[in-house]
């Protein structure tokens, strides 16, 4: 069965700065998707970035970024000089039809 | 805004009592999931139409949950009899066919049974 795994229950960064979020996931299959969406307090989830699991460059959205190491099974996500409105609920997820989540980091930005 | 919509936002029951919610997808996506997410966790997936078919169940989704699409457009998920433990939100989910097509997500049902 494929799991994903998100260490970081929470994590802080100050304005401005930037900050790397950690998933690991597994699975057997060779052909998936990864995602990371973003969950705003009392709001929708919202697709931050995606990556197709048979491309080897590194998706990248304006200030987010990911690193995607298909053999070490990794996908983290970079936010780059942090911003007041990226504090929210971070979830990695893995497609191969069903979207499997993890458990969430949630990302404090301090002024 | 023509994205997912869900109806109601927030719904409070009692022990016991039935209750449906309503989910109209993207207008061109023949893809419709859902999803229940507790609070601190991520969300679990629940069951998925492509179009009007039910294509899969998890296990989670109990004998007294039933989703049905009839037209294929929009959806409903309907418990029967709940319990505490079904308080969370449900999300619904949509996308064009195809695993490689992104699922974007409504507002969620908050269900709270008393």
């Known amino acids: 069965a494929q799991t994903v795994t998100q260490s970081q229950p929470e994590m802080s960064v100050q304005e401005a700065e930037t900050v790397t979020l950690s998933c690991t996931y597994d699975t057997s299959e060779s052909d998936y998707y990864l995602f990371w969406y973003k969950q705003p307090p009392s709001r929708q989830m919202i697709l931050v970035i995606r990556?197709?699991?048979?491309?080897?460059q590194n998706a990248t959205e304006n200030r987010f970024s990911v690193n995607f190491q298909k053999a070490a099974k990794s996908f983290s996500l970079k936010i780059s000089d942090s911003q007041l409105g990226d504090a929210a609920m971070y979830f990695c997820a893995y497609s191969s039809d069903k979207i499997i989540f993890g458990k969430g980091t949630r990302l404090h930005i301090l002024p | 805004d023509t994205g997912v919509s869900q109806d109601p936002r927030h719904k409070i029951t009692k022990r016991g009592q039935n209750v449906t919610f309503r989910c109209d997808p993207i207008s061109e996506h023949n893809r419709l999931y859902w999803y229940r997410q507790t609070l601190g966790q991520g969300p679990e997936f629940l069951t998925y139409f492509q179009n009007e078919a039910q294509l899969e169940k998890s296990r989670l989704l109990s004998d007294r949950f039933s989703a049905e699409r009839p037209k294929g457009s929009f959806s409903t998920l309907e418990i029967q009899r709940t319990e505490q433990g079904d308080s969370a939100m449900y999300l619904c989910?949509?996308?064009?066919?195809?695993?490689?097509?992104?699922?974007?997500f409504g507002p969620g049902t908050r269900l709270l049974v008393l």
């Open positions: 990556q197709e699991a048979y491309k080897q």
């Open positions: 989910a949509s996308s064009r066919v195809g695993n490689q097509e992104t699922q974007y």
